[in-house]
């Protein structure tokens, strides 16, 4: 019987990454897209096990759509684009700046979820990736945040509208990915000590630590409608 193949889209670093990898120890078949196609050499040179990747923009629709159509029926579908647009308080933020966020994390996510479902197992699913800023009170996040929430909000209605579909989400807190690489080194190692000292396990989050939130989610076969805050408890910090 053929291992369960699982595509991770924006899997070519951090999170992404580190799913695709969890999820080939686990013997699964793996597909990983991504738009830097040098990065996506280099995630391929560093993955073991039935991995391929593919070079797909997933901004581009017909892209999306065309990715999908030549992928054919698989089981899993895990969303992990990102987007650093949106960040600033209300009275200094751009609009603009906001709806381009909007556009590369939500519209990305929706897209591919709705090119993906008919090639998708029926009882398979779909793992979406916002952020902890869904959740969290954190002044100067809200166009970034709105932009993770709308994802967050995708979760439990598509659990009802494509059972037996399996549909979850994780939002992770702050995790050491290239995310943060606009920062200078040693202000990101500030950044990081000062998210550390709020978080309830007094650390930053690995990529280890979410792909093994996203793992649980694509291998339990009874978790639909739910999603994962893997923030190490900053979410609760006053």
């Excluded at 519209?107 to 800023?133: E, M, N, W, Y």
């Excluded at 000590?193 to 309830?200: C, E, G, P, Q, T």
């Excluded at 339990?220 to 190490?232: A, E, P, Q, V, Y």
Aim: charged share 15%; glycine share 10%; net charge positive.
């Amino acid at each position: 019987m053929p291992s369960p193949h699982v595509i991770v889209i924006g899997g070519s670093s951090g999170i992404g990454l580190a799913a695709a990898r969890q999820l080939l120890s686990l013997r699964l078949k793996v597909t990983v897209t991504g738009r830097n196609e040098e990065r996506l050499k280099a995630a391929r040179a560093n993955l073991s096990g039935d991995v391929a990747t593919a070079r797909m923009d997933a901004s581009r629709t017909q892209q999306v759509r065309d990715f999908f159509g030549n992928i054919g029926s698989f089981d899993h579908l895990i969303l992990a684009l990102g987007s650093g647009k949106g960040l600033g308080s209300l009275a200094s933020v751009s609009v603009d700046e906001v709806r381009e966020g909007v556009a590369e994390k939500f519209l990305t996510h929706f897209a591919c979820a709705q090119a993906a479902v008919p090639f998708l197992r029926k009882d398979g699913s779909i793992t979406f990736i916002s952020a902890v800023t869904a959740h969290a009170a954190m002044p100067g996040t809200a166009g970034i945040g709105a932009a993770n929430a709308a994802v967050a909000a995708l979760v439990p209605i598509l659990a009802k509208e494509l059972r037996p579909l399996r549909v979850n989400g994780v939002s992770p807190g702050v995790v050491d990915t290239p995310w943060w690489d606009f920062l200078p080194g040693e202000q990101k190692t500030a950044v990081f000590s000062d998210y550390a000292s709020k978080s309830l396990v007094g650390r930053v989050g690995r990529p280890e630590d979410l792909a093994q939130a996203i793992a649980f989610l694509v291998t339990n076969t009874f978790m639909s409608g739910h999603t994962i805050i893997c923030d190490g408890g900053l979410h609760l910090a006053g």
